[in-house]
């Protein structure tokens, strides 16, 4: 049962809660807090705080995952008239690669001091994970030739696309991990905007639909060995724990007030 934040400052309730491990790190608070790019030796000196302060456990850092909801000036983007659907997440990384490649250096070089995973967020294809690959062994390649140390982190990607979910199976075989993102999905499975509380009432995410997309991504990951875990918020959704536990998930990952409530209850489950 692993936790998820959003700044650095929640480690401490991460810590008191007794998560064991961050399943994410959404990494975006360090672009949006500011006004201009974070440095490499920043985002190296944050994530590093963040995994020698975890001693070992997990931490899954996403990367960068503006555009949509989360907004940052000096990225200039062009305004859109559908930013859910539009230039956000992976899409900017790999259409801006100098800006993913400051991030990687930084994971890479961070996950010398701790146990790092990386994970790619708003994934649909396949081929946007091998030039995820191709970026990354450039990466790797200039640390070498730099002689800068790095570590070699497990890498996984967010499943929170309908089209991420279908092709569940061939990714599986691309990555060592499969976060479920359950906002997301739950958005684009039901086509309802998870920002417009007019459609609260239809936005459910108990919706068979949704629930048979994590029962596949499950299935097809386990079949390629990937483990796979759940970081929307439904994974904090007690009515939800057992499904999840019987449909095989490996991991849920929620806000740390969550973290001793739900163990409890895994606890009574498995007593019963
Ligand atoms: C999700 O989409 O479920 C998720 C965890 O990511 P975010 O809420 O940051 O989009
Ligand atoms: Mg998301």
Not at 24 to 44: D, I, M
Not at 215 to 222: P, S
Request: proline residues 4%; charged residues 25%; aromatic residues 8%.
């Amino acid at each position: 049962l692993y936790a998820n934040i959003g700044n650095s400052k929640d480690l401490a309730a991460v810590l008191q809660n007794d998560a064991g491990g961050i399943g994410l790190f959404r990494s975006e608070f360090l672009y949006l807090e500011r006004e201009t790019f974070p440095t490499e030796e920043e985002q190296f000196q944050i994530y590093r705080t963040v995994a020698e302060t975890m001693a070992g456990k997990p931490v899954i850092i996403r990367t960068l995952d503006i555009g949509a909801d989360k907004k940052c000036d000096y990225f200039e983007m062009e305004p859109e008239e559908n930013p859910a659907m539009g230039c956000r997440a992976i899409r900017i990384c790999l259409t801006r690669p100098e800006i993913f490649k400051t991030q990687l250096r930084a994971l890479f070089r961070a996950s010398a001091f701790g146990n790092i995973s990386i994970m790619y967020p708003m994934i649909i294809s396949v081929e946007e994970v091998h030039r995820i690959k191709e970026i990354v062994a450039e990466v790797k390649q200039e640390l070498t030739e730099q002689g800068v140390a790095f570590g070699e982190p497990k890498q996984g990607i967010m499943i929170e696309t309908p089209a991420a979910v279908m092709i569940s199976d061939l990714l599986a075989e691309e990555v060592d991990f499969f976060s479920i993102g359950t906002n997301d999905l739950t958005q684009y499975t039901l086509a309802i905007d998870r920002q417009n509380s007019k459609l609260d009432n239809i936005y459910d995410s108990h919706h068979p639909a949704v629930l048979r997309m994590i029962q596949k991504t499950i299935e097809n990951g386990h079949k390629a060995g990937c483990w796979v875990g759940i970081c929307g918020e439904l994974g904090a959704d007690m009515t939800l724990t057992e499904t999840f536990l019987k449909m095989g998930i490996d991991e849920l990952s929620v806000s740390p007030t969550f973290v001793l409530p739900i163990r409890k209850l895994i606890r009574e489950m498995s007593t019963k």
